[in-house]
């Protein structure tokens, strides 16, 4: 029994170690205070971590924006990392919370902070911050010409709202326009509306699939036409289930995706899939390719992505010998109901991450502040159709002159490009945003997943009937795990799965326990049997 006794001492000893450190690492960091003051004289050395299209303007401005600020505060460094993608931008957060070496500043989407946030006092609420007299925007001690609180545009600001808390402050802001072929469209014995509408996208583009007895089509003369590509699919789903007023998610993240009303946007896609009129970006390739060659009329993309639509588009990725010229048209969205236009607001924020120094959090903050300036705003949204964030930058003289130049060139007044842009500015109070948590960036993949599945079925000649419908909802529902996404009513998160390290110490105590067990189930034996021998 001396083998046992040890052995549960020493096990004993473990998950007593074990649970402080254990309870150590749970707990993470304290919440961040903002501090009475801003040392100047000590070193600060900060991350920002953002996302660029190898656009090297957009490179240049983040570098003349982190060598401004660092003349006005020579105490922070900030180094630059890039990406090309918002995707890896989230996964390496991801991986980097893990392990203690998340960057102080990231450019990312309000959906992937709601996952950053499962993790204790990762990211910092801006409340605090905003409310600050002494560093809040254009604070007494801010020692730069920074926007007030009341010059964010609200709308925009809303969004990186997360359980009524501000994570995040939006950096730039884009909606999805629709770019149009509008020569093609006349040619084929139509006019534009002033809105437009999804029956008429169905109704023209139907009429561009005719085709000669050679197998070219009428309207382009070439062995190749998709009159419709979306770009984005999720934004797609999206934006048409909400003007039907129709289930998406609940405020408190109830997922509503797989509802009749998305049955039938279905149905309609797979009926004009099957006609040839209608693509997608994942699965016929970029829509500006197709448009700029005169084998698209209808190129639905984010506003930001106005400088490669068009014949002249100054980033233009076709060959000259392919270009096909054509009067280029910027229209929002189709919509079902034209009184009540719905369009999706969209574009990065910046987010700040926790740290042990508070002074090294408010210097993240500076910079990240420093980014809604004027100089920054103004000439960021110049390079592509992006719109400031801030009633300053919006309002200011310079940008007004810029938004009156458009078509005076190809490259900084591109006229397609400022089209686009004033598209948003004039819609504002139109856009809407879908409800933040954790889980909400797997809805929002698998809306799309919904339409290219079908779009893919219809391609393949498979059925598309109610049978597949029900299997198509329980393999995207199974495949992004939207159940272990819901929330309960009172907006509680269901558990996931419980850490290695908690895993470890649940099994310890339990083998514990099994060990007292044993122990005394000895000791009871053996106390039964001196007894017995000495009767």
Aim: proline content about 4%.
């Amino acid at each position: 029994m001396m083998n046992l006794k040890k052995m549960l001492s020493i096990i004993l000893l473990c998950a007593v170690l074990f649970s402080f450190t254990g309870c150590h690492g749970s707990r993470g960091m304290e919440p961040f205070t903002v501090p009475e003051s801003f040392d100047t004289a000590q070193n600060y050395e900060i991350t920002f971590w953002a996302k660029n299209d190898t656009n090297k303007t957009q490179t240049d401005i983040y570098r003349k924006a982190i060598s401004d600020f660092e003349t006005v505060y020579p105490n922070i460094t900030v180094n630059l990392r890039l990406y090309t993608d918002y995707g890896k931008i989230y996964n390496d957060v991801i991986t980097n919370i893990a392990t203690g070496t998340t960057p102080n500043v990231c450019i990312t989407y309000p959906d992937h902070i709601a996952t950053y946030l499962t993790g204790d006092n990762v990211v910092v609420p801006m409340d605090e911050l905003f409310a600050s007299e002494q560093f809040g925007f254009g604070g007494s001690e801010v020692q730069f010409d920074a926007p007030a609180f009341e010059e964010i545009i609200p709308q925009f600001l809303d969004e990186c709202t997360i359980d009524g808390q501000h994570y995040a402050i939006p950096f730039m802001r884009s909606t999805e326009a629709c770019y149009i072929n509008k020569t093609y469209v006349e040619a084929l014995g139509f006019t534009l509306p002033d809105e437009l509408t999804w029956d008429f996208i169905w109704e023209v583009s139907e009429a561009a699939v005719k085709k000669d007895d050679a197998g070219n089509y009428l309207i382009n003369n070439q062995k190749v036409m998709i009159p419709f590509i979306y770009k984005s699919t999720d934004n797609m789903m999206i934006q048409m289930l909400y003007q039907k007023n129709a289930g998406y998610s609940g405020e408190n993240g109830e997922i509503n995706l797989f509802n009749d009303d998305t049955t039938d946007i279905l149905y309609t896609i797979a009926e004009h899939t099957k006609t040839g009129v209608f693509s997608t970006f994942k699965i016929s390739g970029y829509p500006a390719n197709f448009l700029n060659a005169g084998q698209c009329i209808f190129a639905v993309d984010s506003t930001a992505g106005a400088t490669w639509m068009g014949t002249n588009a100054p980033l233009c990725d076709i060959s000259k010998e392919a270009l096909v010229e054509f009067e280029t048209a910027v229209m929002p969205v189709p919509q079902f109901d034209t009184h009540n236009p719905k369009m999706i607001s969209q574009g990065p924020s910046v987010c700040i991450f926790n740290k042990q120094d508070s002074g090294e959090v408010l210097a993240s903050w500076l910079f990240a502040q420093y980014l809604l300036t004027n100089e920054v705003q103004i000439a960021y949204s110049e390079t592509e159709g992006y719109v400031p964030v801030t009633s300053k930058a919006q309002n200011s003289s310079e940008y007004q002159d810029y938004l009156s130049r458009g078509g005076e060139n190809n490259t900084t007044y591109y006229d397609i490009k400022i089209q686009a842009s004033k598209l948003l500015l004039e819609n504002i109070e139109h856009t809407f945003v879908t409800p933040v948590f954790n889980g909400s960036t797997s809805l929002r993949d698998a809306s799309g997943q919904l339409i290219e599945n079908v779009t893919k079925s219809v391609k393949r000649k498979e059925t598309i009937d109610g049978a597949y419908m029900e299997n198509l909802f329980d393999n995207v529902n199974s495949l992004y795990r939207l159940d272990q996404h819901s929330k309960t009513a009172a907006g509680k998160t269901e558990l996931g799965k419980l850490p290695p390290a908690s895993v470890l110490l649940l099994l310890m105590f339990a083998l514990t326990w099994l060990l007292i067990i044993l122990y005394a189930i000895s000791d009871f034996v053996k106390n039964y049997k001196n007894k017995q021998n000495k009767h």
